[in-house]
Protein backbone atom coordinates (compact mmCIF):
# COMPACT_ATOMS: atom_id res chain seq x y z
CA UNK A 1 0.00 0.00 0.00
CA UNK A 2 3.29 2.48 0.63
CA UNK A 3 2.93 5.69 2.34
CA UNK A 4 -0.37 6.16 3.81
CA UNK A 5 -1.50 8.88 6.00
CA UNK A 6 -3.40 7.54 8.32
CA UNK A 7 -5.16 10.36 10.12
CA UNK A 8 -8.17 8.21 10.70
CA UNK A 9 -8.51 4.08 10.40
CA UNK A 10 -12.46 2.61 10.80
CA UNK A 11 -13.57 -0.78 10.71
CA UNK A 12 -16.24 -0.59 8.25
CA UNK A 13 -19.16 -2.72 6.87
CA UNK A 14 -21.57 -3.41 3.73
CA UNK A 15 -24.65 -5.56 3.61
CA UNK A 16 -24.47 -7.76 1.03
CA UNK A 17 -27.08 -10.12 -0.70
CA UNK A 18 -29.23 -8.97 1.97
CA UNK A 19 -28.42 -11.09 5.13
CA UNK A 20 -24.50 -11.51 4.79
CA UNK A 21 -22.13 -8.28 6.37
CA UNK A 22 -18.97 -7.59 4.36
CA UNK A 23 -16.43 -6.00 6.54
CA UNK A 24 -12.91 -3.84 5.82
CA UNK A 25 -10.69 -1.47 7.06
CA UNK A 26 -11.16 2.15 5.88
CA UNK A 27 -7.59 4.71 5.79
CA UNK A 28 -8.67 8.28 5.65
CA UNK A 29 -8.02 10.32 4.28
CA UNK A 30 -7.00 8.73 1.48
CA UNK A 31 -10.44 6.85 1.03
CA UNK A 32 -8.38 3.19 0.63
CA UNK A 33 -10.03 0.04 2.00
CA UNK A 34 -8.83 -3.06 2.49
CA UNK A 35 -10.70 -5.87 2.60
CA UNK A 36 -10.79 -9.39 1.58
CA UNK A 37 -13.20 -11.31 -0.62
CA UNK A 38 -14.39 -14.37 -2.97
CA UNK A 39 -12.97 -12.41 -5.95
CA UNK A 40 -10.27 -10.78 -4.96
CA UNK A 41 -8.41 -12.09 -2.07
CA UNK A 42 -6.67 -9.63 0.04
CA UNK A 43 -7.25 -6.38 -1.86
CA UNK A 44 -6.91 -2.65 -1.08
CA UNK A 45 -9.41 -0.95 -3.28
CA UNK A 46 -11.53 2.60 -3.55
CA UNK A 47 -14.90 2.43 -1.47
CA UNK A 48 -16.77 1.98 -4.29
CA UNK A 49 -15.60 -1.55 -5.22
CA UNK A 50 -15.66 -2.62 -1.75
CA UNK A 51 -19.18 -1.60 -1.53
CA UNK A 52 -19.62 -3.51 -5.05
CA UNK A 53 -22.91 -2.20 -5.48
CA UNK A 54 -24.98 -2.14 -1.71
CA UNK A 55 -25.60 0.94 -1.18
CA UNK A 56 -23.63 2.33 1.91
CA UNK A 57 -21.25 1.53 4.78
CA UNK A 58 -21.86 1.45 8.19
CA UNK A 59 -18.47 2.66 10.93
CA UNK A 60 -18.47 -0.48 12.97
CA UNK A 61 -15.11 1.14 15.41
CA UNK A 62 -12.26 3.04 15.16
CA UNK A 63 -8.85 2.17 15.00
CA UNK A 64 -6.51 3.77 17.88
CA UNK A 65 -3.86 6.19 16.94
CA UNK A 66 -1.32 3.98 19.16
CA UNK A 67 -2.69 1.01 17.18
CA UNK A 68 -2.30 2.54 13.46
CA UNK A 69 1.29 1.65 12.68
CA UNK A 70 0.67 -1.71 13.86
CA UNK A 71 -2.13 -2.13 11.85
CA UNK A 72 -0.17 -0.83 8.75
CA UNK A 73 2.36 -3.13 9.31
CA UNK A 74 0.34 -6.39 9.57
CA UNK A 75 -1.81 -5.02 6.45
CA UNK A 76 1.60 -4.97 4.30
CA UNK A 77 2.12 -9.04 5.41
CA UNK A 78 -1.01 -9.40 4.21
CA UNK A 79 -0.82 -8.00 1.12
CA UNK A 80 2.97 -9.76 0.67
CA UNK A 81 1.83 -13.32 1.77
CA UNK A 82 -1.43 -12.78 0.16
CA UNK A 83 -3.17 -15.72 1.99
CA UNK A 84 -6.27 -16.79 -0.27
CA UNK A 85 -9.85 -16.55 0.92
CA UNK A 86 -11.18 -19.14 2.64
CA UNK A 87 -14.93 -18.85 4.14
CA UNK A 88 -13.70 -20.92 7.62
CA UNK A 89 -10.25 -19.40 7.88
CA UNK A 90 -9.65 -16.36 6.32
CA UNK A 91 -12.63 -14.41 5.34
CA UNK A 92 -13.29 -10.52 5.31
CA UNK A 93 -14.20 -10.68 9.47
CA UNK A 94 -10.64 -13.15 9.45
CA UNK A 95 -8.73 -10.24 8.17
CA UNK A 96 -9.71 -6.99 9.22
CA UNK A 97 -9.77 -9.08 12.77
CA UNK A 98 -5.81 -9.69 12.15
CA UNK A 99 -5.23 -6.33 10.68
CA UNK A 100 -6.52 -4.66 13.64
CA UNK A 101 -4.77 -6.56 16.18
CA UNK A 102 -8.54 -8.57 17.64
CA UNK A 103 -8.88 -11.71 18.05
CA UNK A 104 -9.20 -13.69 14.93
CA UNK A 105 -12.36 -14.80 14.38
CA UNK A 106 -15.73 -14.50 12.28
CA UNK A 107 -18.94 -13.69 14.07
CA UNK A 108 -21.35 -14.27 11.00
CA UNK A 109 -19.64 -17.58 11.13
CA UNK A 110 -20.20 -19.01 14.61
CA UNK A 111 -23.56 -17.59 14.43
CA UNK A 112 -24.48 -19.71 11.07
CA UNK A 113 -22.80 -22.64 12.38
CA UNK A 114 -24.36 -22.59 15.67
CA UNK A 115 -27.81 -22.21 14.08
CA UNK A 116 -26.90 -25.18 11.82
CA UNK A 117 -26.35 -27.35 14.67
CA UNK A 118 -29.59 -26.23 16.65
CA UNK A 119 -31.63 -27.17 13.10
CA UNK A 120 -29.84 -29.80 13.03
CA UNK A 121 -30.88 -31.25 16.61
CA UNK A 122 -34.34 -29.87 16.09
CA UNK A 123 -34.78 -32.00 13.26
CA UNK A 124 -33.53 -35.04 14.64
CA UNK A 125 -35.76 -34.60 17.60
CA UNK A 126 -38.61 -33.79 15.49
CA UNK A 127 -38.39 -37.35 13.47
CA UNK A 128 -37.35 -39.12 16.68
CA UNK A 129 -40.50 -38.16 17.86
CA UNK A 130 -42.61 -38.69 14.96
CA UNK A 131 -41.44 -42.50 14.72
CA UNK A 132 -42.48 -43.11 17.92
CA UNK A 133 -46.24 -42.41 16.22
CA UNK A 134 -45.68 -45.21 13.54
Not at 10 to 36: D, M, N, R, T, W
Not at 57 to 81: D, F, G, M, P, T
Request: with cysteine; hydrophobic share 45%.
Amino acid sequence: MGYVNVARVQVISCQKYGVAKHVGVLFLPEGLVAHCSPKRGVAVTTVADFLDGAPGYKVERHIAAEQRSACLSRLQWAQENRPAYDLFTWNCEHFVAYISGQTIESPQLSGAVAFGAGAAVLTAVILTLGQGDA
